[in-house]
């Protein structure tokens, strides 16, 4: 039986510990490779040979949205498995879109990271029936939910932290940007959101649920 060689980027240390030790008592799988920063995931993919990836999103440096397309260029043959602690509805269909294989929520069963990590690294997406809806609702209707759901990933980022209340300072430091690239993405949102503030960016986001 072939062995699939699983790669993890998460940058808390028991998170990472604690899936190596499940993932490798499981038959047919071994960790290969671990990272702690979205730049670190880049470099394992390209130093080591791995079948799938678990990337969570926040992560310091670059993220783990920064880093999806990167792997994905440099590594176009694996399976990118998105772990966040993010709910489905945040992230997962613009990441999808980005070149992810799948997206499961860290409060998932470990069970089904394994079922995941199979279905991936035989070259199909995982898609739980949560971004099954999702996805199914926006091909129905390309803008059921309203403009937010045509954001990329990196501006859906941007929103939400302003959304909670984020001041541009702090989402450049978080997200290890420059304060200019965070003013052109918030100017970019109010227009594509139309809104006027950042009480109108947290109005939008409780309005539709966006904010936990």
Request: proline share 4%; glycine share 8%.
């Amino acid at each position: 039986m072939r062995v699939i060689r699983v790669g993890i980027a998460d940058d808390h240390p028991i998170t990472r510990t604690a899936l190596r030790c499940y993932l490798d008592e499981q038959d047919g799988i071994r960790v290969v490779a671990e990272a702690s920063s979205g730049r670190e995931a880049i470099d394992l993919v390209r130093t080591h040979a791995v079948d799938v990836l678990l990337l969570d999103l926040d992560m310091p440096g670059q993220s783990g949205i920064d880093a999806l397309s990167m792997i994905k260029a440099k590594a176009e043959s694996v399976g990118v498995l998105v772990l966040s602690g993010y709910p489905e509805h945040q992230y997962a269909v613009p990441l999808i879109r980005n070149g992810a294989s799948g997206y499961l929520n860290k409060a998932c069963e470990p069970s089904e990271i394994t079922t995941a990590i199979r279905r991936v690294a035989g070259g199909a997406r995982y898609i739980t029936p949560v971004v099954a809806e999702l996805l199914a609702t926006q091909m129905v209707s390309p803008t059921p939910g309203g403009p937010h759901e045509q954001l990329s990933a990196r501006e859906l980022q941007v929103f939400l932290k302003l959304a909670q209340g984020c001041t541009a300072g702090e989402v450049a430091a978080e997200l290890s940007l420059s304060a200019k690239t965070v003013s052109t993405y918030r100017a970019r949102l109010m227009r594509k959101l139309q809104a006027h503030s950042n009480s109108d960016l947290t109005y939008y986001a409780l309005k539709h649920r966006l904010l936990d």
